[in-house]
């Protein structure tokens, strides 16, 4: 194979990543082919609402490529947050509940302390959230700072720091999808985490063959869907978008 000139243009990389299988098989034996509703926490509802993204199988899931990235990893101080600023703080919970208000609507509040300020985190109608979020637990947040004083996030994303668990949403370079009415963010992040743990090593990478000898070192293909989803870092993105967009080259030669 030719040596590679310049880079893979955006408009390939962008339809390799939007809904396009790649030219997956999209038998009923195969993983990959099966419906997106056959994933946990998924089901016929939230698979007709995946469908308007063009996502029907596991493999359209797998090929639905983030639309830009944040790097969560290191968190802020609370007290450099000013209002309107967005970002990401971490410390412990030192206060929690539901506020019960009339006509049936509530507010969970916890208060988390980073050592430099305090910051009241809110969602409101949502009292079961008083199940995951306990006083004592150390948790990151992400969210735009609302008011400062108190300063204060309403339904910012938040996980309690687990020891040995990854973390899908916080402290991490964490990926943006492109949505549509019905479907969150944090619950495509999740689905799309799932999935790539569990399919993306399946992938099928038949053109290595015409890629050895290559000095650009290509990305192995399931690599690549791993790292254009969860990257460790957002040098191996490029990598991955252009791994993608070249594999939607060749198959269409």
Known sequence: MAKRKGKPTAGLAKRALAGTTAGVSESATDPLGQAVAALPGVGSGRASRLAKLGIRTVAD????????????NQPHEAKALARGDTGTVAG??????????????????????????RVHCRWWNMPYMERYYKTGDFVHVHGKLKAEKPRTMDHPEAEVAEEGEEFIHLKRIVPVYRLTDGVKQRWLRAVLWQAVDQFASLVPDTNTGLLAGDDSHWLPLPEAVRAVHFPDDLGRTELARERLALEEFIRFQ
Do not use: Q
């Open 61 to 72: 899931l797998l090929w639905h490529g983030p639309r830009r990235y944040e790097d969560r």
């Open 92 to 117: 412990t919970i030192v206060a929690a509940g539901v506020k019960r208000m009339r006509r049936g609507k509530s507010l969970f509040e916890f208060i988390l302390d980073d050592d430099t300020a």
